[in-house]
């Protein structure tokens, strides 16, 4: 717990400095040092959060474990989600025999502790990997996401979500869908469409053909009914 009083014992000193007399480059430069500094504080977290996935007791946590982070943290169960499913890609994992695997998401994860990939960032390569479909083999997941986690230590998240919309028609031209969007049927066309609207009962007779294709497109004729 020692170098967690270091670190607030700094942010609390850095925090007494006063910016009034500072040069314009160098206020934003240490606006630069304090996102880089955001950036690395999740991955102190990932390995903590896995361990509770991994070793606490249901009694322990009361619950899901993302209630529970909640709860301790005072923050919103869809924040304590995020961070659950943040620590599982890109945080250490642990084999079924107990040996150590590296994150899910190496380059991302490996980004991120050198304060080189934002939250933001994090959130679109963490989207585009698991929207991948089941065909797409394991090398090709691990260069795209490599290389998205490349573009996002220079790229902004809006720009690195372009990126990974290409990458996705490219690798994913027909796109995802559902069993229910794949089972679709549809029965014989006829063209044709409903026409509801009340008529006069001289008028309720059925039309022939081209009488209803200018009633259906042609709607001054509803006057005339």
Not at 81 to 103: I, S
Not at 152 to 164: D, I, K, V
């Amino acid at each position: 717990m020692a170098a967690f009083d270091a670190i607030e014992a700094a942010v609390g000193q850095a925090a007494e400095s006063h910016c009034a007399t500072w040069a314009t480059n160098d206020k934003f430069a240490v606006l630069e040092r304090v996102e880089r500094v955001r950036r690395m504080l999740p991955a102190l977290e990932h390995p903590v959060i896995n361990a509770l996935a991994r070793d606490a007791a249901p009694h322990e946590l009361g619950g899901k474990l993302s209630h529970a982070l909640a709860e301790r943290t005072l923050i919103s169960r869809a924040e304590a989600a995020r961070r659950v499913g943040a620590a599982a890609d890109l945080g250490p994992r642990v084999g079924l025999t107990g040996q150590p695997l590296p994150p899910l998401l190496a380059a991302a994860a490996a980004a991120q502790r050198a304060g080189e990939l934002g939250g933001e960032q994090v959130a679109v390569i963490r989207r585009f990997y698991h929207q991948l479909p089941g065909c797409i083999d394991a090398p090709t997941r691990e260069h795209t996401h490599t290389l998205l986690a490349d573009h996002g230590r220079r790229f902004r998240p809006e720009q690195l979500s372009a990126l990974a919309t290409t990458l996705t028609d490219c690798l994913n031209p027909d796109g995802t869908y559902r069993d229910a969007d794949r089972a679709l049927t549809l029965g014989p066309q006829q063209g044709t469409r409903r026409l509801d609207h009340p008529q006069k009962p001289p008028r309720a007779t059925p039309m022939d053909p081209a009488r209803f294709v200018a009633f259906t497109f042609d709607r001054r004729i509803l006057s005339r009914l």
